[in-house]
C-alpha cells in the first residue's frame, strides 16, 4: 500500500490531499481565498501567497487526521510546480520539499495542467487514445492532445485572455462579483441567449481561441444601453452562450482532425452547467467518449496533483536540490 500527500498552491486556493494507492482520495480538502480577493475582483498574487504559508500547515494536519495517517505512514509527497503564480507556488514547494527531506521520501514535481487531466481517474481507469483534453479555467483555455500515456502536445490554446478570466471580467463589469462564473450561470438561467449578438473569434483558425474581443464586445454592448441593468440575465445569457458556443467549434473541430476517441473537460469553467450540456447533446451521436470532470475535481485542489504523481510518477524528473518554481512550464516533457 502506498500513500501519497499532495499540495497545490498555484493560485489561490491553498489544497492538500492524500491518495491511497493509485486512485483511492482519502482526504481532498481546500481553503479557499475567494472572500479576500473578491473585494479587489481578481486574484491579488502577493496576498494569495501570504495566505497559503498562514493555512497550509493547518490543512495539513486536517487532511491527514480525515484520512487517519500520520507523517510516518507517507510514501510520496507530490506538488505542483507550475505553471501558476511563483510566490503561490513557492509555498507549497517549501513545505512539500521540507516533508520530502525530513521524512526521506521521493518528491514528485507535477505539472498543474497535467494534474487537470489525471482527475479522469475518478471516472475510468485509463484512456483510449488519441484522446483530446479541454483545460478551461481562469488562467488556461487549452487543447491538450495524448496520443499515447505521458505524452502531452498542446494544439491549440488562447492567444489571450482565459475563458474563465472573461467570465470574471464582465461580471465586474456588471458588478455581479467574483469569481464571475458561477453568478453568470445562475443569472443566465432568466435570460435569452439570442438577445444579443456577440463574436466568435479567431474562426479561421480552427484550434486557437481568442476571448479578449468578446470580452471587448460585451463591454460595449453592456455601454451602448440606456439602462443595462434592465438586460442583465440577457446580457449573461448571451455571453455565455458564445462562450461555449466557441469552445465547442474548436474543440469538435481538433477531436475531428485527431480522430479523438476520449475527449475530457475539466478546469473550473467546466462547472458550468450549460457548457457540459451543450457538449454532451452535440456528441451523444457520435462514438466520442466524453469524460466530464464533476465540480469538485474540476476546481484547482491537491487530489488531481495526487493522482497525476501515482500514474505519472516514473516520467517525472525527481531530483530535489534542483527543484524550482516553474511559472511557464510547458506540457512537453
Ligand atoms: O480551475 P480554477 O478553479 O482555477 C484556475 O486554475 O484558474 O478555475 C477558476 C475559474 C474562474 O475564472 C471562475 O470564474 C471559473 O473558473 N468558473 C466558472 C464556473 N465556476 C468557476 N466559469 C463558468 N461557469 C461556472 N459555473
Ligand atoms: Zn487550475
Excluded: W
Excluded at 15 to 36: F, H, R, W, Y
Excluded at 141 to 170: Q, Y
Amino acid at each position: 500500500m502506498t500513500y501519497t500527500l499532495a499540495i497545490e498552491t498555484s493560485c489561490d486556493d491553498t489544497s492538500v490531499a492524500l491518495i491511497k494507492d493509485k486512485t483511492t482520495i482519502l482526504s481532498n480538502l481546500v481553503s479557499s481565498q475567494q472572500k479576500t480577493h473578491e473585494i479587489y475582483g481578481g486574484v491579488v498574487p502577493e496576498v494569495a501567497s501570504r495566505l497559503h504559508a498562514e493555512t497550509i500547515h493547518s490543512l495539513l494536519e486536517l487532511s491527514l487526521k480525515e484520512a487517519q495517517l500520520s507523517l510516518n505512514q507517507l510514501s510520496h509527497i507530490a506538488v505542483t510546480i507550475g505553471p501558476g503564480l511563483e510566490g503561490c507556488l513557492l509555498v507549497g514547494i517549501s513545505v512539500a520539499k521540507s516533508l520530502s527531506y525530513a521524512l526521506d521520501i521521493p518528491l514528485i514535481p507535477v505539472n498543474h495542467i497535467h494534474g487537470h487531466i489525471y482527475a479522469f481517474t475518478q471516472y475510468q481507469e485509463s484512456l483510449q487514445y488519441p484522446a483530446l483534453a479541454l483545460i478551461v479555467s481562469g488562467g488556461h483555455t487549452d487543447l491538450i492532445l495524448m496520443e499515447n500515456e505521458g505524452s502531452f502536445k498542446c494544439c491549440g490554446k488562447t492567444r489571450d485572455d482565459a475563458a474563465g478570466e472573461v467570465f470574471d471580467k464582465v461580471s465586474r463589469c456588471l458588478s455581479l462579483g467574483y469569481p464571475g462564473g458561477p453568478i453568470i450561470e445562475k443569472t443566465a438561467e432568466k435570460g435569452n441567449s439570442e438577445s444579443f449578438k456577440l463574436p466568435i473569434a479567431m474562426k479561421d483558425s480552427p484550434f486557437e481561441f481568442s476571448f479578449s474581443g468578446l470580452k471587448t464586445a460585451t463591454l460595449d454592448c453592456i455601454k451602448s444601453l440606456d439602462n443595462p441593468h434592465n438586460h442583465i440575465a440577457d446580457i449573461c445569457a448571451s455571453f455565455q452562450k458564445t462562450v461555449i458556443d466557441t469552445l465547442l467549434l474548436k474543440t469538435l473541430a481538433a477531436c475531428d482532425y485527431y480522430n479523438i476517441q476520449d475527449l475530457i473537460i475539466g478546469g473550473g469553467v467546466a462547472s458550468n452547467q450549460s457548457l457540459m450540456n451543450a457538449f454532451k447533446n452535440r456528441i451523444h451521436d457520435t462514438s466520442l467518449n466524453l469524460i466530464h470532470i464533476k465540480p469538485d475535481l474540476c476546481t484547482d485542489n491537491a487530489a488531481m496533483i495526487g493522482l497525476a504523481a501515482t500514474h505519472l510518477g516514473n516520467i517525472y524528473q525527481l531530483n530535489k536540490d534542483e527543484l524550482l518554481v516553474q511559472s511557464t512550464f510547458s506540457y512537453e516533457h
